[in-house]
């Protein structure tokens, strides 16, 4: 059976996400971290792991972010996920998460905290749904959307890409 990503929407309910796409929140774990044993950019107690559902389509993109906690992404259903991200150092890499390993790709990629990242389906008409797991769990306190200026005087090489994936 051919699924759609209204299909998907629709039986996972999903719902739009500030960053692009839509999503679902599947898991947030009750055992707390306190914030003793975090990073300094955890701001407070925190979830030992958080999980959503996340769907993007062509034509929309998840803009350049970043969080404090290491992001682990899964491809589970749809076309490549193309992945940006941007490393403090001023690194880019354009990681490809899917099924056709043979092309490339990769089934699951972890983002670090403090990276910058954003993404977009390349392929026309197509779409990725993934999962997103946390750890230490999500918290929107530790949410950052890029400002396009500033990341583009941060990393002036990178200007294309991030013109592209902002908003």
């Given amino acids: 059976m051919h699924y759609t990503a209204e299909y998907w929407i ?10 692009g796409g839509a999503y679902r929140e599947v898991y ?12 300094l950019a955890h ?9 959503i559902y996340y769907l993007l389509r ?11 906690s290491d992001e682990t992404w899964h491809h589970y259903e ?5 992945i940006y991200e941007i490393t ?4 880019l890499t354009r990681h490809l998460l899917g099924k056709d390993i043979a092309s490339g790709c990769v089934l699951t990629l972890t983002i670090k905290g403090g990276n910058w990242f954003a993404c977009r ?3 026309t008409g197509g779409y990725a749904l993934c999962g997103c797991t946390v750890a230490p769990g999500f918290d929107y ?15 002036p090489e990178h200007t294309s890409i991030i013109s592209a994936l902002t908003r």
């Avoid at 062509?58 to 350049?64: D, L, M, N, Q, T």
């Avoid at 403090?88 to 690194?91: A, L, R, T, V």
Wanted: hydrophobic share 35%.
């Fill in 121 to 123: 389906v390349e392929e």
């Fill in 43 to 51: 701001k407070g107690d925190r979830s030992a792991m958080t999980s």
């Fill in 141 to 155: 306190e530790e949410f950052e959307l890029a400002q396009r200026n500033e990341l583009i005087l941060q990393y």
């Fill in 78 to 82: 749809g076309t490549v996920l193309c």
């Fill in 58 to 68: 062509f034509g929309e993109c998840s803009a350049f972010h970043k969080i404090a």
């Fill in 10 to 19: 629709r039986e996972l309910d999903l719902v739009p996400h500030v960053e």
């Fill in 28 to 39: 947030r774990s009750p055992l707390q971290l306190p914030r003793e044993v975090l990073t």
């Fill in 88 to 91: 403090n150092s001023g690194q």
